[in-house]
């Protein structure tokens, strides 16, 4: 009877221990969409006469996504992200990110601030950054927009730039 117990019970750890590494595991794979934008251009330079450009990223996300749809920005380590503050020994350049298409346009719904390494131009190590997360929708286009001096600039490729996930 004590054998019988104790088979039972192990056999209940097992399972439970199997079922968490199984969840866990899916819990890693999230769905990655990338944007449509080339490349981040955005500039804010007063001087030579109000200089401003700014980039619009949009995603197409599927019909069947789930969870919540996160914004992300996402490099290798060495990626090449120009940033004039950078440059110049200073902090990178806060970006602000507004939502284009959502349920309140023209919402201020982020501000990053893209990894260059100091005093380089490139990312020393890969990072993923989660700007915000929404609820999914067929179409997601987010604004960006220097919200100080200077400028950014960096390839969107598939494997570096804005992207959103979901189905995580």
């Known amino acids: 009877m004590q054998l ?10 097992a399972g439970l221990a199997l079922a968490a590494s199984t969840s866990s595991t899916n819990l890693d794979t999230c769905q990655r969409i ?14 030579m006469i109000h200089l ?3 980039s619009n990223a949009s995603f197409n ?9 996160s914004l992300i920005a996402a490099f290798p380590a060495d990626y090449s992200i120009r940033d004039s503050s950078v440059e110049q020994g200073g902090n990178p350049i806060a970006v602000n990110v507004t939502d284009v ?12 601030r893209f990894p260059s390494a100091l005093p380089g131009p490139t990312t020393k190590e890969a990072v993923k950054i989660t700007i915000n997360s929404f609820a999914c929708r067929e179409k997601m286009t987010y604004h960006f927009e220097a919200a ?9 490729t598939a494997d570096a730039g804005l992207f959103i996930e979901y189905s995580c």
């Open 101 to 112: 298409d959502g349920p309140t346009p023209d919402s201020l719904v982020g501000t990053v």
């Open 4 to 13: 019988t117990t104790l088979f039972m019970t192990l056999s209940a750890a």
């Open 61 to 69: 996300v599927p019909a069947n996504a789930r969870g919540p749809c």
């Open 34 to 47: 990338q944007s449509d934008l080339q490349g981040m251009n955005v500039t804010y330079l007063p001087d």
């Open 148 to 156: 100080e001096l200077g400028l950014v600039q960096f390839k969107n």
């Open 52 to 54: 401003r450009r700014s």
